[in-house]
């Protein structure tokens, strides 16, 4: 059977650009996941009235992984980040039902306002520690699953050596140093960092 040559494809629901960017994934995920938000408000609430706090708990099981599925194990840019922010933002303003202010045109809470009301994190915040708990749960040796099936879009050549100009897993690298950096995990011995109790902490605070 013939194999189509295309410009990008799905593999594990994420999608792949022949650019090497995430952005298309990124704008997929914040469109879907708004998507599945909107459809659900309505019927959730028919059934857990108007709290806000029992509404966004229930929605976001559906919200969070949603948006955010595959993006920890992928390099995204500054820009990806944000745009992943602004459909967080936007999911917050439906569920608390946030207006434009007429006088103003502004809209009547700002996003540090929604980060409070939520209690929640947007996902350029997340995401570090996100890629962290990836990177552990690859350290552990119970695990089924090796790094480099997480590592999306490598692109290799005729002998499966990676390619000169794909820098994608070399970048990726560099996030999860910064990551471990900015949390001092740099020094953190494999056997601790592979316990399944700090997996979880790490999954928590995710």
């Known amino acids: 059977q013939k194999v189509p040559i295309v410009t990008e494809y799905t593999y594990l ?23 599945v938000a909107s459809s659900r408000i309505k019927n959730v609430e028919s059934w857990v009235g108007n709290n806000s706090s029992v509404l966004l708990t229930q929605l976001n099981m559906a919200f969070g992984p949603c948006l955010g599925w595959g993006t920890d194990v992928v390099t995204l840019t500054k820009e990806d980040g944000a745009v992943l922010d602004v459909a967080f933002f936007k999911y917050l303003r439906r569920v608390f039902k946030i207006k434009i202010d007429e006088k103003t045109k502004k809209w009547e809470k700002s996003n540090k306002d929604l980060k409070q009301m939520s209690q929640l994190k947007p996902p350029s915040e997340t995401l570090p520690l996100a890629r962290i708990k990836f990177l552990f749960h690859t350290l552990s040796e119970t695990t089924c699953y090796t790094p480099e099936a997480f590592l999306i879009g490598k692109l290799c050549a005729a002998n499966g050596q990676l390619l000169k100009k794909d820098k994608r897993v070399l970048t990726y690298s560099k996030l999860l140093i910064n990551d471990m950096k900015k949390f001092d995990l740099l020094e953190l011995d494999r056997s601790a960092a592979s316990q399944k109790c700090f997996q979880t902490n790490i999954l928590k605070e995710c």
Do not use: P
């Open 13 to 35: 629901g994420v999608l792949i650009s022949k650019t090497g960017s995430f952005s298309t994934h990124v704008e997929e995920r914040s469109r879907k996941a708004l998507g």
